[in-house]
């Protein structure tokens, strides 16, 4: 789990990047309306679509890392409880 959320924090932080790299080459003139209405068009799809990504995997990391949490506690547990039974204090 912990190298699921290593690489989903990677994931986040190239998406960022690509984000401000899209912001950075927007349509400049390149000579037609047209041609700068679709640049722009497509700029800001890929801007949605990186966005929401984004998004989906900072989630998707906040959750793995709140089940890793509750994983360690309850291994933790079971941990505990096998030794009051090795222990024989469980019963008594």
Known sequence: M?????????????????????????????????????CAHYQDKWDNGLSRISEIAEDLKDKIDHIGKNYAKAESGVID????????EMYG
């Open 81 to 88: 409880a096998l030794k009051d039974v090795g222990s024989g």
């Open 2 to 38: 912990q190298r699921l959320n290593k690489d989903l924090k990677t994931c986040t932080d190239e998406m960022d990047h690509a984000l401000k790299a899209l912001e950075e080459i927007g349509p400049k003139g390149l000579g037609y309306d047209f041609l700068d209405e679709a």
